[in-house]
């Protein structure tokens, strides 16, 4: 089960930002473990988008970013366009349960 | 480049058990933790367990303990995943995907593989 809690949803319209929260207590995120995020396209794969808090893989655009502070990760897509609707998850590693890894709960992105 | 492809769909009754395979390639097999993560239909993702393919070293998911077995085949880098006593909620989308180190993210993904099971 989820241990890191998103929003459901968050929409925007084309060329607004948008942040995504996820939220973790303090055997995860707020223990230093890195928060990564990944982007799930309708029907497809989930893909790496952020590494290590606020890395992005190459390919990914610069339109995305992520950031850290405290026990909470976020994620903030700028100037969001058509193509960024899908479903996006954080993940983390949390030292409480046996060294388990977590996945936050998903966000629904929406372009108006 | 670096791939994982995964084996087929399966359908399975209540109670029997389940293999899914992921063959990798394009990096050192041995170097990297392969671990499996399941997604049930229009729900999120949630981490079954990893592997160690040096060493067979596993860590499991409390939840998933006593059902799932995670094993390697290093002659020909591919790693298995087992899960038994299967039940309707175990209906998902199975993905492998490969561990570069806590500061690096899951990547890449397995084509993921649909288990459905039904009676």
């Known amino acids: 089960q989820s241990v890191l809690t998103q929003p459901p949803s968050v929409s925007g319209a084309p060329g607004q930002r948008v942040t995504i929260s996820c939220t973790g207590t303090s055997s995860n995120i707020g223990a230093d473990s890195d928060v990564h995020w990944y982007q799930q396209l309708p029907g497809t794969v989930p893909k790496l988008l952020i590494y290590g808090n606020k890395n992005r893989p190459s390919g990914v655009p610069d339109r995305f970013s992520g950031s850290k502070s405290g026990t909470s990760g976020y994620l903030t897509i700028t100037g969001l366009q058509a193509e960024d609707e899908a479903d996006y998850y954080c993940q983390s590693f949390d030292n409480s349960l046996s060294g388990s890894y977590v996945f936050g709960t998903g966000t629904k992105v929406t372009v108006l | 480049q670096m791939q994982l492809v995964q084996s087929g769909a399966e359908v399975k009754k209540p109670g029997a058990s389940m293999k899914v395979s992921c063959k990798a390639s394009?990096?050192?097999?041995?170097?990297?933790?392969i671990h499996w993560i399941r997604q049930a239909p229009g729900q999120g993702l949630e981490w079954m367990g990893w592997?160690?393919?040096?060493?067979?070293?596993?860590n499991y998911a409390q939840k998933f303990q006593g059902r799932v077995t995670m094993t390697t085949d290093t002659s020909s880098s591919t790693a298995y995943m087992e899960l038994s006593r299967l039940r309707s909620d175990d209906t998902a989308v199975y993905y492998c995907v490969r561990d570069p180190g806590n500061r690096w993210g899951f990547d890449p993904w397995g084509q993921g593989t649909l288990v459905t099971v039904s009676s």
């Open positions: 394009g990096y050192t097999f041995t170097d990297y933790w």
């Open positions: 592997i160690n393919p040096r060493s067979g070293g596993t």
